[in-house]
């Protein structure tokens, strides 16, 4: 080989190897074979100019440390960018047969082998060095080196522990002792990992193989997280928790299949915990899923009377059977009925008493407040907020409304299911009335079934002209007379 070395003809096998790689490196798809054949055109690239540059220069007016360190050179760089050729070859065979990806460490390590392998005859021969009798004498030496880069040396071989156990890869979401992030680099001494505040966290490798992990990615499979929360012990379990897979099921980013788990954990001196599981594709939306889920569990608990009790002892002075909690001033629940065209017939007193019976709503931002194709027995009139009225497969936007606007009226009062989803674009107070107050109405006022229903009438041909873009001649009276009749029917009303 080294007789090889010192001939004309690796210059030519140099440059023609050169030109092959050059090509075999562009008509490639394997990222990792481009990447392993760059470093070899690099290292014969290196070789042809010192190889040139030794025959150029004049041998008499050259000092012979000059030609010595051309000639090592060159020797060098000729056998690294061979190695560095072959292994990438072999290397890609091996991935031809097995899906599995080589470590890069791992391959580190050969090509530093075979490079110290090489490296060894070329000195001896061109610089007359007897490495094995420097090693002898250097005994001493090497020990105190070795303790000295005993740490260094215990990252690296951890390393390759890891990297052939291959319990994580570079993109994994993984979790090491208090250390929750996104790999971005595996190295020989520690492993990079990119926190979701995206800060830079580099851990040895010797500290990683001692903690346990936890990859969130691998196979890329969907993963679970949990949300625990506490509510009253007088709140039903089955409520709760049909609250939670309710909330689960609403946010887009939760998957459908597996579907969300809700169970109850353990009671304690003040609350029940409970704990929803809910499944993502990717773990990075984890932060964001939980910070959902507690916003719309406190939105839909608080709606349905079901309290989050606070982690101090409380004295709480409990209010009379049916006293409701009013989140807007009377004033102003006053006004609000008055607005509504439906309630235009009432007189001063029977307002006062639909006032009485409001139930005042909160949802927030996101939130579904009816849900198309579902049965409706409740009335909404927008106090604040705006929510969003959507329909058809691809839920595309009918209209939105803001303050003074009533959805959900032609369910409750006509038993259909609902004909639109509406979603709340920003926090919203909405006025609730159920079907038993209505049924009270007709009672009272027994011309009202007929007015409400040619108000509906006009409001549903309105709403339809709307959805199809056509301001069609609709007949408002076998509308109004088929609602009247399903209001009647729904309602036990007799004809007058």
């Known amino acids: 080989m080294l007789n090889f070395l010192e001939g004309h003809l690796p210059l030519v096998a140099g440059a023609i190897l050169m030109v092959l790689l050059l090509g075999i490196r562009g008509s490639t798809g394997d990222p990792s074979l481009r990447d392993d054949l760059r470093g070899a055109v690099r290292m014969l690239v290196a070789f042809l100019v010192l190889r040139l540059l030794s025959r150029v220069l004049p041998e008499a007016s050259t ?17 690294y960018g061979v190695i560095r050729a072959a292994v990438a070859f072999v290397l890609k065979l091996v991935r031809m047969r097995s ?10 390590v050969i090509d530093f082998t075979l ?17 094995a009798g420097l090693v002898a004498t250097s005994a001493v030496l090497t020990v105190v080196i070795g303790l000295a880069l005993q740490e260094t040396l215990g990252n690296l071989f951890a390393g390759l522990s890891l990297q052939l156990d291959r319990p994580f ?10 250390h929750t992030g996104r790999v971005v ?5 520690s492993i990079r990992v990119a926190n979701f505040r995206r800060e830079l966290i580099t851990l040895p490798n010797s500290m990683v193989a001692k903690e346990h992990v936890k990859n969130f990615t691998q196979h890329r499979e969907p993963v679970g997280i949990e949300v625990q929360v506490g509510v009253s012990l007088e709140a039903p379990p089955n409520q709760v928790k049909q609250a939670l897979l309710d909330v689960a099921r609403e946010i887009p980013q939760i998957l459908v299949q597996p579907p969300p788990i809700a169970r109850t954990v353990s009671f304690g001196e003040s609350n029940v915990q409970y704990m929803v599981r809910v499944f993502l594709n990717d773990f990075a939306l984890s932060d964001s899923v939980r910070e959902e889920l507690h916003t719309r569990l406190w939105y839909r608990l608080r709606r349905e009377g079901l309290e989050l009790p606070h982690a101090q002892r409380t ?3 409990r209010r009379e059977a049916g006293a409701k909690r009013r989140e807007l001033a009377d004033n102003t629940v006053r006004d609000l009925l008055r607005q509504v065209d439906l309630f235009t017939p009432l007189g001063p007193e029977e307002l006062e008493r639909l006032h009485r019976e409001v139930v005042v709503r909160r949802f927030g931002q996101g939130e579904r407040i009816i849900q198309e194709g579902d049965e409706g027995g409740t009335f909404y009139v927008m106090a604040s907020g705006e ?9 595309a936007e009918i209209t939105r409304l803001g303050p003074g606007h009533y959805i959900g009226e032609m369910s409750l009062l006509t038993g259909e299911r609902r004909a639109a989803t509406v979603v709340a674009l920003t926090d919203s107070v909405l006025l609730e009335l159920d079907r038993p107050t209505f049924a009270r109405l007709f009672s009272d006022y027994p011309g009202l079934a007929r007015q409400l229903s040619a108000l509906l009438a006009q409001r549903r041909n309105q709403l339809r002209a709307v959805a199809q873009a056509s301001g069609g001649g609709a007949d408002h009276i076998p509308e109004a007379g088929r609602i009247l009749g399903r209001l009647r029917q729904l309602f036990g009303l007799k004809h007058e």
Do not use: C
């Open 63 to 79: 000092p012979e440390g000059v030609r010595k360190a051309l000639g090592v050179g060159w020797m060098l760089t000729f056998a």
């Open 185 to 189: 680099h595996i190295g020989w001494r």
């Open 99 to 108: 899906p599995v990806t080589t470590p890069k460490i791992l391959r580190d």
């Open 169 to 178: 890869e570079v993109g994994d979401f993984i979790r090491i002792g208090e």
């Open 315 to 317: 004295v709480h002075l």
């Open 387 to 395: 929510v969003s009225v959507r329909a058809g497969t691809i839920q």
């Open 115 to 131: 490079y110290a392998l090489a490296t060894v005859p070329i000195l001896q021969s061109q610089l007359n060095l007897d490495l």
